[in-house]
């Protein structure tokens, strides 16, 4: 009896290993222990170059954690978007949503060749992404979580998938949903990412239309705050300054904290994308007003979301690769 008992265990041990760690797209494993006996201060050197870059410069630290989106958002998470164009890759960098704005990837070189140092050819590129998400928001004042981890790295990039996937400023809120909906995310996950935009910034070109009536039917934006217009139009002209940058959170720019949702309920959310969350939809309206209520209830929707996007279809076991170099797949 006791060994048919023990058999049952094991069985459902077995079962429910997968809900607790897999993907939700293809069944990959990941779990935080995964380099404990392998590389086991990977956590510790990620973190320290991490908080050694944002010392120098507290905007890099919004600057690493954009990366892990607009590459999850793409083909997984799998380090496509550090990958450089060579012969045979055109790179993500490319892209709408990346050229002159995704940055940091010093910061990756430096986590990497120091990890190479360490432990060769053993944590990839994309868990490294991963950790320094979750470490620029620490160090910014955001809530921590564990990192499941065992990705491997991609062979290859999507140009096309970089520009089709990730969400544009200017998008509908019902593309933007559409767009997380694409990648087994929900409103919950939309409005609580959407709160990285408490720390970081935004080029002018991504807002101008919003400035000068160009909301297609030659209306002002309403839906934006005419002081605060007024205020942005001093450094973001009908034409010019395109790379001009803007707070997203001009309350507390370096604080990963719940201001940005106040900004919104204020009218006073920098991005199209940012103030359809309160005037589009009534669920993502409610958890605007939540998260700018309870900054702990935001904090964890956060964490959580983090681990749910962090898991879109990730590569595991054989499939994919360990780079040597994240700029460029191993020879």
């Known amino acids: 009896m006791s060994r048919f008992t023990s058999f049952l265990l094991i069985l459902s041990l077995f079962a429910f290993a997968p809900l607790c760690f897999a993907s ?8 935080p222990q995964f380099y ?3 590389c086991p201060r990977a956590l510790e050197i990620v973190k320290s170059v991490v908080a050694k870059a944002v010392a120098k410069e507290a905007r890099i630290a919004a600057s690493l954690l954009r990366l ?10 799998d380090a496509s978007l550090l990958l450089d164009s060579s012969g045979t890759i ?5 892209s709408n949503p990346n050229r002159n704005s995704a940055r940091g990837f010093e910061v990756l070189d430096e986590i990497k060749s120091a990890l190479e140092k360490e432990c060769p050819h053993t944590v990839s590129c994309a868990d490294i992404l991963a950790l320094a998400a979750r470490d620029s ?8 979580w564990e990192v499941p981890l065992g990705r491997r790295d991609s062979r290859g990039a999507s140009l096309s998938g970089s520009n089709n996937n990730i969400p544009a400023p200017n998008n509908t809120f019902q593309t933007i949903l559409t767009k997380f909906k694409r990648q087994g995310l929900d409103v919950v996950d939309l409005v609580a990412l959407s709160g990285s935009h408490t720390i970081g910034n935004a ?9 000068y009536n160009q909301t297609g039917n ?13 205020q942005l139009r001093g450094r973001c002209p009908r034409s010019g300054g395109d790379s001009n940058l803007f707070f997203l959170d001009f309350v507390s720019p370096t604080k990963f904290d719940n201001s940005y949702f106040k900004n919104i309920l204020a009218y006073k959310g920098l991005l199209s994308s940012d ?6 939809d009534e669920a993502s309206k409610e958890l605007v007003k939540k998260y700018a209520e309870n900054s702990q209830l935001f904090f964890e929707h956060f964490a959580k979301s983090m681990v749910k996007m962090g898991n879109i279809s990730p590569l595991t076991g054989s499939r994919g690769e360990i780079r040597k170099n994240c700029r460029k797949v191993n020879s």
């Open 36 to 38: 404990d006996h392998s």
């Open 137 to 144: 928001t620490v160090l910014s004042g955001g809530p921590n």
């Open 90 to 94: 055109t790179s993500e960098k490319r």
């Open 68 to 77: 892990e989106f607009h590459d999850c958002f793409v083909q997984g998470c």
């Open 218 to 230: 030659g209306q002002p934006d309403y839906s934006l705050d005419q002081s605060y217009a007024a």
């Open 275 to 280: 103030q359809v969350l309160l005037t589009k």
């Open 203 to 211: 080029r002018c070109t991504s807002f101008r239309q919003r400035l």
């Open 24 to 31: 939700k797209k293809n069944g990959g494993y990941l779990f």
